[in-house]
């Protein structure tokens, strides 16, 4: 069975940074094009950045020059590092692969951006 598992979340203060990763298992990892997506409370989750399986990106307006998405095809790990975090960043991050028609989703990772 595919596994997604993100780490790297917690609590950081405004202009903190954290570093998320996704690990993949079980699937052939360099073929599928990565995201990482966030839900806020009472808000409808959204992409916050993708990277194809030819290394291609795009980001959400809102984190432009904040967060950096990057894929270690030999880890089967996608990582998005996250730099001067605000508050309105404050959601439960999910990793997402996909390729044709299979899309996988982690279990996701709560990050907090709080004084």
């Known amino acids: 069975q595919v596994q997604l598992v993100e780490s790297g979340g917690g609590l950081v203060q405004p202009g903190g940074s954290l570093r998320l990763s996704c690990a993949a298992s079980r699937i052939f990892f360099s073929i599928y094009d990565m995201g990482w997506y966030r839900q806020a409370p009472g808000k409808q989750r959204e992409l916050v950045a993708a990277?194809?399986?030819?290394?291609?990106?795009n980001y959400l307006d809102s984190v432009k020059g904040r967060f950096t998405i990057s894929r270690d095809n030999a880890k089967n790990t996608v990582y998005l590092q996250m730099n001067n975090l605000k508050p309105e960043d404050t959601a439960v991050y999910y990793c997402?692969?996909?390729?044709?028609?299979?899309?996988?989703w982690g279990q996701g990772t709560q990050v907090t951006v709080s004084s």
């Open positions: 990277i194809t399986s030819g290394s291609n990106t």
């Open positions: 997402n692969a996909r390729v044709f028609k299979s899309e996988y």
